[in-house]
């Protein structure tokens, strides 16, 4: 039953569109350091990296979120367009179906991290 929710191909495809617009936005770094925020409460962070971090982690949100609607999109239009072969219909629903919910599941994760390194940051102020 656990089978039923893994496809690889699909969180692949939401991580090879996501990352290469962080680095287009300048924000990747900025990205990898809301995790170590988040993680670590021994370094101090300046002002600014925690709030580029913030910016950072709601950046790829809304970037995981989009992806994930955009390859939805198209998954059912290549899923309309062969048609011809109804016995294949539910399995590639369902296949397109998990895009969505893996992007739910990275937005989740992301918020928490988000919410940490907001919270360092109000702590600091």
Same mark, same amino acid.
């Given at each position: 039953?656990?089978?039923?929710? &893994?496809?690889?191909?699909?969180?692949? *495809?939401?991580?090879?569109? +996501? =990352?290469?617009?962080?680095?287009? $936005?300048?924000?990747?770094?900025?990205?990898?350091?809301?995790?170590?925020?988040?993680?670590?409460?021994?370094?101090?962070?300046?002002?600014?990296?925690?709030?580029?971090?913030?910016?950072?982690?709601?950046?790829?949100?809304? &970037?995981?979120?989009?992806?994930?609607? *955009?390859?939805?999109?198209? +998954? =059912?239009?290549?899923?309309?367009? $062969?048609?011809?072969?109804?016995?294949?219909?539910?399995?590639?629903?369902?296949?397109?179906?998990?895009?969505?919910?893996?992007?739910?599941?990275?937005?989740?994760?992301?918020?928490?991290?988000?919410?940490?390194?907001?919270?360092?940051?109000?702590?600091?102020?």
């Amino acid at each position: 039953m656990l089978m039923w929710y &893994l496809d690889f191909p699909s969180l692949f *495809l939401i991580l090879l569109l +996501t =990352i290469p617009m962080l680095f287009a $936005t300048g924000l990747f770094r900025d990205f990898l350091r809301g995790f170590s925020i988040a993680v670590s409460r021994k370094k101090e962070y300046t002002m600014i990296e925690m709030k580029r971090a913030l910016l950072a982690l709601h950046t790829t949100m809304k &970037l995981v979120s989009c992806i994930a609607i *955009l390859v939805t999109i198209v +998954t =059912i239009v290549l899923i309309l367009v $062969t048609l011809d072969t109804p016995e294949a219909l539910g399995p590639n629903m369902a296949v397109a179906c998990l895009v969505p919910l893996y992007a739910v599941m990275i937005d989740v994760i992301l918020l928490i991290f988000h919410a940490k390194v907001k919270t360092r940051l109000i702590e600091k102020e």
